[in-house]
């Protein structure tokens, strides 16, 4: 079955950085549009940004600036590059991939990762 496994959570410091990697693997034919989402705790889950097949991207209005969103097609790879991290940027992130299995019959169907904590606090 397909998996997506994130990685590069962790502790930051307000006003840090990190890295979010997120690797889809599985019977994939073809990835479509892939993306970033958070949930806090006692809120609900929020995109955080997307990127399509072709490098088109999106973001929150509260990452914008702040986050950069990038693809490696051939290894079926996203990731969340996150600059002067705010405590209010704290939250649980989970990749997300919209895949085609198997063949070009099939249809597309959303994966979701199994989140990374990310803290921002000093």
């Known amino acids: 079955q397909v998996q997506l496994v994130e990685s590069g959570g962790g502790l930051v410091q307000p006003g840090g950085s990190l890295r979010l990697s997120c690797v889809a693997s599985?019977?994939?034919?073809?990835?479509?549009?892939m993306g970033w989402y958070r949930q806090a705790p006692g809120k609900q889950r929020e995109p955080v940004a997307t990127?399509?097949?072709?490098?088109?991207?999106n973001y929150a209005d509260s990452v914008k600036g702040r986050a950069t969103i990038s693809r490696d097609n051939a290894k079926n790879t996203v990731f969340l590059q996150m600059n002067s991290l705010k405590p209010e940027d704290t939250a649980v992130y989970y990749c997300?991939?919209?895949?085609?299995?198997?063949?070009?019959?099939?249809?597309?169907?959303?994966?979701w990762g199994q989140g990374t904590q990310v803290t921002v606090s000093s």
């Open positions: 997300n991939a919209n895949i085609r299995i198997h063949t070009i019959y099939t249809t597309p169907n959303d994966y």
């Open positions: 599985g019977p994939i034919f073809a990835i479509y549009s």
């Open positions: 990127i399509t097949s072709g490098g088109s991207t």
